[in-house]
Each structure stands twice: as C-alpha cells, then as structure tokens.
C-alpha cells in the first residue's frame, strides 16, 4: 500500500512532481530532490494521482509502473485471451497458473493506475499470456513495446539465478 510523503517544511503538503527528479509541495511549495526522500532497499518512490508517496515492495517482487491508462486492458486483454484459449491448448502447464493469472487479471481490474508489485508467479503467468497473444495476434506487440519490454525485464529479474 503506498503512502504519501508529507512536505518536510509545512508537515501538512504532499509532494507533486515538477519536473524529472523535482518534486513541489502543493501547500506551500517548498521544493526537493530526489534524494531527500531515501528509501530503503524494499522501497520505491512512485507518482499515484500526482502525488509522491512510499511503495513497499516484498522480497521477490517487481515494480511495474504502467504510464498511460490503456497499460492494464492491454495486458489484461492479453491474460483473458490465455484464459480462455487454455480451456482447448495448454498455454498454462502448472494447475496454480490458472489461479494466479485470474488473481491478476482481477488486480488489473480493480487497479488500472499502478503501480503494482508483482510476484515471480504472476510475472510468469502475465509474460505467457503476453507470449500467446504476440502469437495470435502479432499487431499486439506493436501496441505498446516499451511497456512489454519493462515486463520482460522485471520477469527475468525475479527469476533466481542460474548455478553456473
């Protein structure tokens, strides 16, 4: 659950931002960096209704910050089509897949600001469903390519490493 960080000069402002990395109070305008708000290694700044606040994250999971508002039917679009074409063709292998990918898409549907933590289960199960609907429907990865590839990313991050 994020929380908004209170200006450091009127205790009563939240942050905005102003510019990249330049943050104003709303209240009094005081002005700030970055780097006055440290964040511990299970924490993210995030920008939620224009307002900065504190994301935690739990062990194991990744941030995806979606930019525009059409990120989430997108990928949701991309989960109901592995849904559903896994009732006649495997897409999921594992039986907890399916849960996981309905425990996300419900996520997508209450949530379609972000940004949200997610866990390598739902990485994989969403980055499947990506997979499936670049198959079927090739246009689709030319939605929105930056976005997919920050997925692609945050899914080969939560994946434990490899013994060499």
Same mark, same amino acid.
């Given at each position: 659950m994020p929380v908004?960080?209170?200006c450091h000069v009127c205790h009563e402002g939240r942050y905005?931002?102003?510019?990249?990395?330049?943050?104003?109070?709303?209240?009094?305008?005081?002005? #700030?960096t970055a780097? !006055?708000?440290? #964040? /511990?290694?299970d924490e993210r700044l995030v920008v939620l209704a224009g307002v900065l606040q504190v994301l935690v994250v739990p062990v194991g999971h990744q941030v995806i !910050?979606?930019?525009r508002r059409c990120h989430a039917p997108h990928l949701g679009a991309g989960l109901v089509l592995a849904l559903r074409l896994n009732r006649t063709h495997p897409v999921y292998r594992r039986p907890e897949d399916i849960p996981t990918a309905e425990s996300l898409l419900a996520t997508l549907d209450a949530d379609d600001q972000g940004p949200w933590a997610l866990p390598p289960e739902q990485l994989d199960v969403l980055t499947r469903a990506m997979? #499936? /609907?670049?198959?079927?429907?090739?246009?689709a990865s030319r939605q929105h390519p930056d976005f997919d590839a920050e997925i692609r990313a945050a899914? !080969?991050?939560? /994946?434990?490493?490899?013994p060499d």
């Open positions: 908004p960080i209170l905005a931002p102003r510019e990249p990395g330049l943050y104003a109070c709303r209240s009094c305008g005081n002005r #700030v780097s !006055a708000f440290p #964040v /511990r290694s !910050a979606p930019t997979d #499936v /609907r670049n198959a079927l429907l090739p246009s899914h !080969a991050r939560s /994946r434990p490493p490899h």
